[in-house]
């Protein structure tokens, strides 16, 4: 393909994104940009919009935030004055037969994007791409665990709600630093894992009987789990991560109702934007590529 003839939007998200964008610059495209951190000094190549529908003008792609889309609509922008939720009149300048790739949709969005005939290409879940983010989420939940504790990880008490993808990272990295790590997963196969690597293996419905003991409770279950009676098991000082996306594993608001810290630990991969964003461009470019030759 000919990325000198394609246009690239890259709108919403964090620090990866300014490293997504040079990486699409340095393959050709022409790259239009709006709602991220912006550097003092630009960057080489991409036009800065003064909004997300000026972004978005005669893109033949728009890439999206991996982190998703929160309750109200709004693409994932952290630390941004601006709320971003996507609308037909948003969408209107981009090219015929446009594209949009992101971590995942919701239905306002998916409505939008039938308006206007742009496909939808998400991959959140996407196991490529989770592994090569995984290590920055891995680095970044044990940021919050150190910084919200005052226990080492080394012999804590941690249980992981899930072992996907990126809890069995998580499983493996902790057990590496000492912690006893109890799994509680509904897959047996996942289970068998855990247990392989050296974590104590549980069923979903064993949660009651375990979470009691335990200091670290991490979530990375997309669907809520761990409600009110769950958390009424919980003792006061232990501490929730959920890396979960929308809505998580955790009910967060009921925990912090009952004096439970939670940390809703989304984006976690911003901790190394470079590394990130240069190992998410592979999986995009190589998507975009799948794109333009069935366009053929």
Not at 162 to 189: E, W
Request: charged share 20%; net charge negative.
């Amino acid at each position: 393909m000919n990325w000198h003839d394609l246009t690239i939007a890259i709108v919403a998200g964090d620090a990866r994104e300014q490293e997504i964008a040079r990486c699409a610059v340095r393959a050709g495209a022409k790259v239009r940009a709006y709602g991220f951190p912006w550097p003092e000094a630009g960057i080489e190549g991409v036009y800065h919009a003064k909004d997300a529908a000026d972004a978005l003008k005669g893109a033949d792609i728009a890439l999206f935030p991996i982190p998703g889309i929160a309750d109200d609509g709004g693409l994932f922008t952290p630390g941004f004055s601006e709320r971003i939720i996507p609308s037909v009149e948003m969408l209107s300048g981009m090219t015929p037969d446009a594209h949009i790739i992101l971590g995942w949709a919701d239905e306002n969005l998916r409505t939008c994007c039938a308006a206007r005939g742009i496909s939808l290409h998400e991959y959140e879940w996407d196991v490529d791409l989770m592994l090569l983010r995984g290590q920055a989420i891995v680095e970044g939940v044990l940021r919050i665990i150190i910084e919200n504790t005052q226990i080492t990880i080394h012999k804590a008490n941690i249980c992981l709600v899930g072992q996907g993808t990126i809890g069995a990272l998580l499983t493996r990295t902790l057990i590496g630093l000492g912690a006893h790590v109890s799994v509680a997963a509904r897959n047996p196969v996942q289970r068998a894992g855990a247990y392989a690597a050296g974590a104590e293996s549980y069923t979903l419905d064993q949660l009651p009987d375990i979470l009691p003991d335990m200091d670290v409770i991490i979530g990375s279950v997309p669907k809520q789990i761990i409600g009110a009676d769950l958390l009424a098991t919980i003792r006061p000082d232990a501490l929730l991560v959920d890396v979960a996306a929308p809505p998580g594993t955790i009910d967060r608001e009921t925990a912090k109702a009952l004096g439970i810290k939670a940390v809703w630990a989304r984006g976690m991969g911003s901790r190394a934007p470079i590394t990130v964003g240069r190992s998410q461009w592979t999986g995009i470019s190589r998507r975009i590529e799948d794109i333009m030759e069935q366009r053929k």
